[in-house]
């Protein structure tokens, strides 16, 4: 059964492992990555590990991974990947996003991931490009104001690469933006929480 299981898994973690993006034309684009499936009889944890840096074709910024992950009782992990929607970034040119960003995910009709209440999302860049900061902040849309649309940001808790998901059900949109000498970069999501 566990080899099933882990075939299983292997084959849908060739079709994971993929970050959606906009650029400055606002185009989709997913990229597949490699990745191995682990499995931890000691501790009943199923993993699933990308094994490649991810980078923006078009600006050559790194891009992070972005994981859900789920604690199930009697100590199973399951981790899975969060698709991004590129937000605006400089590095080796600029792209910007369309404002206001709570639209953003709805013009790609973004669907939020599912979550618990109370879980964690793990922001992770590869290693030896981690940014100075990262600020993690929910994005929501307040309204209009002379046919203008704008946003209210709150800010997250963001401790050991970890987003820490509130208790409280409800749509999510998530906003990292992370900076470097060399520049920042900015990417979206959206969970919900039930």
């Given amino acids: 059964m566990r080899k099933f299981i882990l075939g299983l898994l292997f084959g849908l973690c060739l079709s994971l492992g993929s ?5 400055d034309s606002i185009q989709s684009m997913l990229v597949s990555m490699a990745s191995s499936v682990n499995y931890d009889d000691s501790s009943n ?8 840096a991810k980078f923006d074709k078009d600006l050559a910024n790194p891009i992070p991974f972005v994981y859900y992950e789920r604690n199930y009782e009697g100590g199973t ?17 600029c792209a910007d996003a369309v404002k206001p960003y ?9 669907p939020p991931v599912e979550v618990v209440p109370g879980s964690s999302i793990l922001v992770q860049y590869p290693k030896g490009m981690e940014p100075k900061s990262i ?3 929910r994005v929501i849309a307040e309204g209009s104001q002379n046919d203008i649309m ?17 208790k409280e059900a409800g749509i999510y949109n998530l906003w990292i933006k992370s900076w470097w000498d060399s520049g920042d970069t900015s990417y979206f999501f959206a969970v919900e929480i039930k």
């Fill in 135 to 137: 600020k993690i902040t």
């Fill in 77 to 93: 992990v399951w981790i899975q990947e969060i698709l991004l929607v590129q937000g605006s970034s400089c590095w080796y040119g």
């Fill in 45 to 52: 944890r199923i993993s699933i590990k990308q094994s490649s």
């Fill in 19 to 23: 970050v959606v993006y906009a650029s």
């Fill in 150 to 166: 704008y946003d209210r940001d709150e800010d997250m808790l963001f401790e050991n690469e970890k987003i820490l998901l509130p």
């Fill in 102 to 110: 709570s639209a953003l995910l709805k013009k790609f009709e973004y």
